[in-house]
């Protein structure tokens, strides 16, 4: 008991001593930041403004895209000032925003995920009833049912990790205050936390994951039976976007969160981390804009509107 003391705030160790590397990553990463901002304020705007763009599909892209951008803002700052000048203190209060608002953010992107596949099933396999299936009630539904779900679900495991005793360090070996690192700080017992959190995330995670996946057996399923070779190539570009995303998503991040959290190396947690909190949200703005036909089409007429009034 002599060792437990009162912590007022952490310090993020993030990427440690990099010989020199720290201002090369810094450009990096930041250079990634910006894009992923850009990219999905692009398609927000754009999904906003057209009127062809006013169908479930791109009103769930422009929610993924929304979250995205929060997403992100949430890990990158912090992480770019361990870049910077080193070491990043961050208060208590702020690890335990940080952590509950990261982990919100990643079980609505679960269930926003799983939502957007929902869509291109009926789309694909119930193309006469989809209208009427997928209407502006059951989108609304769809979307703010991801949004309630993922910031309830966190509540408990923030609840139970913060009144864990902590030991007289307060560094955290990350780039952010993610569940292994703080864990690993705590005096007391963590295997409570660590089954609880385990069984929390493994039934919101792999039950969108399932239905993610029965959705795109189903859309195979169906597009194999469509007679004509351009009819099939239709159909698949319209979910081959979204299905990367998934793949990139979810590898990412079970490979982390599958290891138990007494055995993660913290650099490969790092590593992992830095996948699917930085790097693949630059890449979802990114396939569904370039792989897109209608939104590129939007990008170009918004871009001439610009071009047009800049020059009268």
């Known amino acids: ?3 437990l003391t009162v912590i007022k705030e952490f310090l993020l160790l993030g990427f440690g001593n990099l010989h020199g590397l720290q201002f090369f ?20 705007t754009v999904t906003s403004s057209d009127q062809s763009l ?21 890990i990158a700052p912090k992480m770019l000032n361990t870049l910077l000048s080193g070491p990043e203190a961050i208060t208590f209060a702020g690890c335990v925003a940080q952590f509950y608002f990261f982990g919100s953010m990643a079980v609505v992107e679960c269930f926003l995920l799983a939502a957007m596949s929902y869509d291109r099933y009926l ?17 609304v539904l769809l979307a703010g049912g991801s949004w309630l779900g993922g910031f309830l679900t966190p509540v408990v495991t923030v609840a139970m990790t913060f009144q864990l005793k902590f030991c007289a360090s307060n560094e955290i070996d990350h780039f952010f205050c993610d569940l292994a690192p703080v864990l690993k700080l705590v005096c007391s017992d963590p295997e409570v936390v660590e089954k609880t959190t385990f069984l929390m995330a493994s039934f919101i995670t792999i ?11 189903n859309i195979v399923v169906a597009v194999l039976r469509i ?19 998934v793949t990139l998503y979810y ?37 569904y804009s370039l792989r897109n036909k209608d939104v590129k089409k939007a990008v170009r007429k918004r871009l001439s509107q610009w071009k047009y009034s800049m020059e009268n």
């Open 207 to 217: 039950l969108p994951f399932l239905l993610t996946v029965a959705s795109y057996i």
């Open 251 to 287: 590898g990412t991040l079970g490979t982390v969160y599958a290891i138990p959290t007494a055995t993660q190396a913290a650099a490969l947690n790092k590593t992992f981390s830095l996948l699917y909190t930085v790097v693949t949200p630059m890449v979802n703005p990114i396939l």
């Open 123 to 139: 789309a694909i396999c119930s193309p006469l009833q989809y209208p009427s299936l997928m209407n502006l009630h059951t989108c």
């Open 227 to 245: 007679p004509s070779a351009a009819g099939k190539q239709r159909a698949f570009s319209t979910c081959s976007s979204h299905l990367i995303v």
């Open 54 to 74: 006013q169908t479930p599909m791109y009103f769930f892209l422009s929610n993924f895209s929304f979250l995205e951008i929060w997403y992100t803002t949430s």
């Open 25 to 44: 990553l810094f450009g990096i990463f930041l250079g990634i930041y910006v894009v992923t901002l850009l990219g999905n304020i692009l398609i927000l």
């Open 1 to 3: 008991m002599g060792n």
